[in-house]
C-alpha cells in the first residue's frame, strides 16, 4: 500500500515538472541542396584540395629537445666506437697500494 502511495506522490510531483520541458525536435528535417549548392560546395572542395597540395613538406625535423633526450645518438657502421687495447691489464691484489 505504501508502494501505491508514493508512486501516485511522484506521479502528481512530476506532471507540473514535465509541462515545463521544451519541446525539442531532436531529428530535424534536413532540406535537399539545389544544384547551385551541391556545385559550389563540390567547387569550395576542389579549391581546398588544390590549396593543401601547395603546402611544402617539412623536411628538418623542428624538435628543440631532440639534444635532451636519454635516446642513443644513431650512428652508422663506419663510425661506431671501437676498443683499444689497455697498455696493462689491473690485478686486484686485496691491498690498496697502487
Known amino acids: 500500500m505504501k508502494f501505491l502511495r508514493a508512486a501516485a ?3 502528481l510531483l512530476t506532471g507540473p515538472a514535465y509541462a515545463q520541458m521544451p519541446n525539442i525536435n531532436l531529428i ?7 544544384p547551385d549548392q551541391i556545385e559550389a560546395e563540390q567547387a569550395r572542395d576542389k579549391a581546398y584540395k588544390e590549396s ?10 623542428s624538435d628543440p ?9 644513431k650512428t652508422s657502421a663506419s663510425q661506431a ?6 697498455a696493462k691489464p689491473r690485478i686486484k691484489t686485496g691491498s690498496n697500494a697502487n
Do not use: C, F, H, Y
Request: aromatic share 2%; net charge positive; charged share 25%.
Open 81 to 86: 666506437p671501437t676498443k683499444q687495447p689497455s
Open 52 to 61: 593543401l597540395k601547395k603546402i611544402p613538406d617539412a623536411k628538418v625535423s
Open 9 to 11: 506522490v511522484m506521479a
Open 28 to 34: 530535424p528535417e534536413t532540406a535537399s541542396k539545389t
Open 65 to 73: 629537445w631532440g639534444n635532451v633526450r636519454s635516446d642513443t645518438p
